[in-house]
């Protein structure tokens, strides 16, 4: 089992930073990889970034790029995500998640299903 929380939501104006925290702890040792997703209400869960544990390589959907920067502490178990220039349509509530997925599947990393272990999930509000 997995555990994931997930911090550093809240309340930011249109143009701010936000950097998100998800601390892993249990076996994460079978997992190789961790990623965020956020969804808004009415809305379907979207891909926003991911890494591997044993990888530099980062991934990211387009309506983050240059917005957004993943990274990862391993001696902490802990993948940050970093945001600047937020806007009111990155308000959601953004999850942590972690799995094993196999390299080398296309899309692998950015599909919510391949993903095991889920966080609660941290809340951003972006106002205008």
């Known amino acids: 089992q997995v555990q994931l929380v997930e911090s550093g939501g809240g309340l930011v104006q249109a143009g701010g930073s936000l950097r998100l925290s998800c601390a892993a702890?249990?076996?994460?040792f079978?997992?190789?990889a961790v990623g965020w997703?956020?969804?808004a209400p009415g809305k379907e869960r979207e891909f926003v970034a991911a890494i591997r544990w044993s990888s530099d390589s980062t991934y990211y959907a387009e309506f983050v790029k240059g917005r957004a920067s993943?990274?990862?502490?391993?001696?902490?178990?802990?993948?940050?995500l970093q945001m600047n220039?937020?806007?009111?349509?990155d308000t959601a509530v953004y999850y942590c998640a972690a799995g094993s997925i196999p390299?080398?599947?296309v899309l692998g990393l950015?599909?919510?299903g391949r993903y095991n272990y889920?966080?609660?999930?941290?809340?951003?509000?972006v106002s205008s």
Request: no cysteine; aromatic share 8%; net charge positive.
């Open 25 to 28: 702890s249990g076996r994460t």
């Open 30 to 32: 079978s997992t190789n």
């Open 37 to 39: 997703f956020r969804q």
């Open 85 to 89: 220039s937020l806007k009111p349509e």
């Open 70 to 80: 993943i990274s990862r502490d391993n001696a902490k178990n802990t993948v940050y």
């Open 103 to 105: 390299r080398g599947v």
């Open 110 to 112: 950015s599909s919510s």
């Open 118 to 125: 889920w966080g609660q999930g941290t809340q951003v509000t």
